[in-house]
T-cell receptor, first 118, second 114 residues
């Protein structure tokens, strides 16, 4: 069965610090997709990034970067020079392509609450 | 602007009562989903629908029911059989069903017991 673990329940930093959110996953499938979502206080989840299991290239988008390592089953997320607006709950999620009949089921981690203080 | 609208934002349920949560999307997405979020936990899938007039149970469907009579709408009913309904409910949609499709979310309905 698939599983996603975000071991950090809460992280608190001061503005301009860099912060890394950890995500470790388990799956028996060879084809899968990993996602990061942000949940601000307003409640809706905002899609940030998708990675497929064949593409281990790290990605940078502005202050955000993602480090996907298949060898350690990790998909970590780093925010550089954090800002107060980055305060939110961040979820890592996994979706398996099971025998070509995938139905888009997302398995979520428990979430990491990030608080950035001014 | 295209998006997903959930209503109401807050809902209270009396003992033995069924309540219905609304979810409407104007993104022209085929697939829609309902999730439940409890404090300190990730989201858990209740029901999903690939297409109009079709829906499937997710991981925690007991005590819930859905319908998909229109592409834009996927209402969720929390029945009296759901003994612990207090939670935050999120509706999502994707262009079509598939492991690679990112899901887009509404801003949720918070349900509490009176």
């Amino acid at each position: 069965a698939q599983k996603v673990t975000q071991a950090q329940t809460e992280i608190s930093v001061v503005e301009k610090e860099d912060v890394t959110l950890d995500c470790v996953y388990e799956t028996r499938d060879t084809t899968y997709y990993l996602f990061w979502y942000k949940q601000p206080p307003s409640g809706e989840l905002v899609f940030l990034i998708r990675r497929n299991s064949f593409d281990e290239q790290n990605e940078i988008s502005g202050r955000y970067s993602w480090n996907f390592q298949k060898s350690t089953s990790s998909f970590n997320f780093t925010i550089t020079a954090s800002q107060v607006v980055d305060s939110a709950v961040y979820f890592c999620a996994l979706s398996e392509a099971l025998g070509g009949t995938s139905y888009g089921k997302l398995t979520f981690g428990q979430g990491t609450i990030l608080t950035v203080h001014p | 602007d295209g998006g997903i609208t959930q209503s109401p934002k807050y809902l209270f349920r009396k003992e033995g009562q069924n309540v219905t949560l609304s979810c409407e999307q104007n993104l022209n997405h085929d697939a829609m989903y309902w999730y439940r979020q409890d404090p300190g936990q990730g989201l858990r899938l209740i029901y999903y629908s690939q297409i109009v007039n079709d829906f499937q149970k997710g991981d925690i469907a007991e005590g819930y029911s859905v319908s998909r009579e229109k592409k834009e709408s996927f209402p969720l009913t929390v029945t009296s059989a759901q003994k612990n309904p207090t939670a935050f409910y999120l509706c999502a949609s994707s262009i079509r069903q598939g492991a690679y499709q990112p899901q887009h979310f509404g801003d949720g309905t918070r349900l509490s017991i009176l």
